[in-house]
Every structure is written in C-alpha cells, then in structure tokens.
C-alpha cells in the first residue's frame, strides 16, 4: 500500500528549530519527486519545498528561503525537511506529497499522493 507519513511536528520558540521526516512505503522513492506543502489556519495550502528524484534540484518559497532545507535519503525511504529560525507565521499543518515524476513545483495538481500531515506550532 503506497503511503507517505509525515513526522516530527512540534510546538517551537521562534528562532528555534525542528526537522520534519516524510516516510514512504510501498513505492520507491528514487523514482519521484517530493514536496512539501503547509496549510496555516484559514488559509489555502501553499507549496514549501520540493526536491527532485535525484535530490540535485531544490526549489523553496520565497518566504522560507534561507530559513529550510529539503533532503532526502532514498536508501531509507524518507525525506526531510530542516526548518531553521522559525516564525510564528510558519504555524502550519505541514504535507509531503509525491511528485507525478521526477521534477516537480508548487502546484498541488504535479503531485498525486499525499500524507495526512504534521502541526507545527511556533510560538512567541
């Protein structure tokens, strides 16, 4: 069964840090893309982060540029998503998602899986 688990979701001090682990099963990661996504409350999901199948092309928003670092480690399945010197606004529900290949941006239609999420709550 294709899966993707989101982890490490926390609550955080502004200024600190946290590392969100995505986990897939049930297909091989080598092969796609992956995203993440996050959805503040009462706002539209927007794309974070994306990295290519091989890892060689990251692609990040304009608003955590500096601050988050997407990798990935195919031989355990997992891709990570290291956030730095958080703000308040990047409380999120926080997503990964499959790529339909092995490119992908920030549009949620360029991807066809998706996990069930993970809070991040930064604090003042």
């Known amino acids: 069964q294709l899966q993707l688990v989101e982890s490490g979701g926390t609550l955080v001090q502004s200024g600190g840090s946290l590392r969100l682990s995505c986990t897939a099963s049930?297909?091989?990661?080598?092969?796609?893309?992956i995203g993440w996504f996050r959805q503040a409350p009462g706002k539209e999901r927007e794309g974070v982060s994306c990295?290519?199948?091989?890892?060689?092309?990251?692609k990040y928003a304009d608003s955590v540029k500096g601050r988050f670092t997407v990798s990935r480690d195919n031989a355990k399945n997992t891709v990570y998503l290291q956030m730095n010197n958080v703000h308040i606004e990047d409380t999120a529900v926080y997503y990964c998602?499959?790529?339909?290949?092995?490119?992908?941006?920030?549009?949620?239609?360029?991807?066809?899986?998706w996990g069930q999420g993970t809070q991040v709550t930064v604090s003042s």
């Open positions: 990295i290519s199948s091989g890892g060689s092309i990251l």
């Open positions: 049930g297909f091989t990661l080598d092969d796609f893309a």
């Open positions: 998602a499959r790529g339909r290949g092995m490119l992908a941006g920030s549009a949620e239609n360029e991807y066809d899986y």
